[in-house]
């Protein structure tokens, strides 16, 4: 079979560390070409891929007419990229959130669908080890329902981790739209729907830039959400957590409690009313300091090679984008917003 020629449209940390190596690891694909402004990014990999580098990604999708393409630009770019490569008859793999607004994400399932590509969200999530045994286990039905619970995404902020330190654009209202929210939060709001097979219907949240000097994108979010089932929790996101990062859930059931991501070396602890502990060692989750493979690129690749639409669609990003937008609705308005 002929390899999937894919493009990279933002040379920055996520391409760095995930998209980039992640492709290069897949025998179905072939890297053809970089895209990014600072022309020297693009150019360090595509001399190391044989590909082609390019400042213009409208440019580049004429000259190349990649197979597949990956948006992994600022935020407020998502939509546009994602829309001219979807009319440039390319599918999509865009990083989360997929846009910043409920319009833009309409707009980009709908070019998908008008252009007959594939649109998929990266929140890779669903696939870290942890998660996958997590909703195993609670599909077994061994601890009953889901009560409560809380999720919380937290790590020292995108200066330790974006290619341009504390002058990234995460920080830049403009081209991040939303701060820590739109970079964590939404991780969070995307794994409780699925982990649960729930829907967020209404949310209360505090949204606020509350450490992080010389910046207006927030850093620091506490949610309370009721899922369609009566289920209640807690949604947390931090750029604050300095001692280093958290990417816990903890589901209380009828019958126990669920950990996951609490310990170290026990990714997934389960324990039950009747006195027993169970514990799993599945595997830990990707982190800034430690990459582990996200999942997400060869499950993009799976869904073109096999011609199978993708499980984290568009619209299972916009869903999970809506969260977010309405945890900053019920931060302006003081309300709790109904989705």
Same mark, same amino acid.
């Given at each position: 079979?002929?390899?999937?020629?894919?493009?990279?449209?933002?040379?920055?940390?996520?391409?760095?560390?995930?998209?980039?190596?992640?492709?290069?690891?897949?025998?179905?694909?072939?890297?053809?070409?970089?895209?990014?402004?600072?022309?020297?990014?693009?150019?360090?990999?595509?001399?190391?891929?044989?590909?082609?580098?390019?400042?213009?990604?409208?440019?580049?999708?004429?000259?190349?007419?990649?197979?597949?393409?990956?948006?992994?630009?600022?935020?407020?770019?998502?939509?546009?990229?994602?829309?001219?490569?979807?009319?440039?008859?390319?599918?999509?793999?865009?990083?989360?959130?997929?846009?910043?607004?409920?319009?833009?994400?309409?707009?980009?399932?709908?070019?998908?669908?008008?252009?007959?590509?594939?649109?998929?969200?990266?929140?890779?999530?669903?696939?870290?080890?942890?998660?996958?045994?997590?909703?195993?286990?609670?599909?077994?039905?061994?601890?009953?329902?889901?009560?409560?619970?809380?999720?919380?995404?937290?790590?020292?902020?995108?200066?330790?981790?974006?290619?341009?330190?504390?002058?990234?654009?995460?920080?830049?209202?403009?081209?991040?739209?939303?701060?820590?929210?739109?970079?964590?939060?939404?991780?969070?709001?995307?794994?409780?729907?699925?982990?649960?097979?729930?829907?967020?219907?209404?949310?209360?949240?505090?949204?606020?830039?509350?450490?992080?000097?010389?910046?207006?994108?927030?850093?620091?979010?506490?949610?309370?959400?009721?899922?369609?089932?009566?289920?209640?929790?807690?949604?947390?996101?931090?750029?604050?957590?300095?001692?280093?990062?958290?990417?816990?859930?903890?589901?209380?059931?009828?019958?126990?409690?669920?950990?996951?991501?609490?310990?170290?070396?026990?990714?997934?602890?389960?324990?039950?009313?009747?006195?027993?502990?169970? *514990?799993?060692?599945?595997?830990?989750? #990707?982190?800034? =300091?430690? +990459?582990? $493979?996200?999942? @997400? !690129?060869?499950?993009?690749?799976?869904?073109?090679?096999?011609?199978?639409?993708?499980?984290?669609?568009?619209?299972?990003?916009? *869903?999970?984008?809506?969260?977010?937008? #309405?945890?900053? =609705?019920? +931060?302006? $308005?003081?309300? @709790? !917003?109904?989705?």
């Amino acid at each position: 079979m002929s390899k999937i020629r894919v493009a990279v449209i933002g040379c920055g940390a996520i391409s760095k560390h995930r998209h980039i190596p992640e492709y290069a690891a897949n025998p179905n694909v072939e890297l053809v070409a970089f895209v990014d402004i600072i022309k020297d990014r693009a150019e360090h990999y595509a001399s190391q891929y044989g590909a082609k580098a390019y400042t213009d990604y409208n440019e580049m999708l004429k000259a190349e007419k990649p197979d597949a393409v990956s948006v992994c630009t600022p935020n407020a770019l998502h939509a546009t990229v994602s829309i001219a490569a979807a009319n440039a008859g390319a599918h999509v793999l865009v990083e989360k959130p997929m846009a910043t607004s409920e319009a833009e994400g309409l707009a980009m399932i709908e070019a998908a669908r008008n252009n007959n590509v594939y649109l998929m969200v990266g929140h890779n999530q669903r696939l870290m080890p942890p998660h996958a045994k997590a909703k195993e286990i609670l599909q077994t039905g061994r601890l009953g329902k889901v009560i409560t619970f809380r999720t919380s995404f937290g790590h020292p902020g995108p200066e330790g981790w974006s290619v341009d330190g504390r002058d990234s654009w995460f920080f830049r209202k403009e081209e991040a739209i939303m701060g820590a929210m739109g970079d964590l939060g939404v991780h969070k709001s995307d794994l409780i729907r699925w982990l649960l097979d729930d829907e967020v219907v209404d949310i209360a949240a505090f949204v606020g830039t509350i450490h992080k000097e010389g910046t207006d994108v927030d850093d620091n979010a506490t949610c309370v959400v009721r899922m369609q089932s009566g289920v209640i929790g807690t949604l947390v996101a931090s750029w604050t957590y300095y001692k280093g990062g958290d990417n816990s859930t903890v589901l209380w059931c009828e019958n126990g409690v669920m950990k996951i991501g609490t310990h170290p070396d026990d990714q997934v602890i389960v324990e039950l009313r009747n006195g027993s502990v169970e *514990k799993y060692k599945v595997g830990a989750m #990707a982190t800034n =300091e430690k +990459q582990t $493979t996200s999942g @997400v !690129i060869d499950e993009f690749v799976n869904c073109l090679v096999t011609n199978t639409p993708p499980s984290i669609s568009g619209e299972e990003g916009l *869903k999970s984008l809506k969260v977010i937008l #309405a945890a900053f =609705e019920s +931060q302006d $308005t003081k309300k @709790v !917003i109904s989705l």
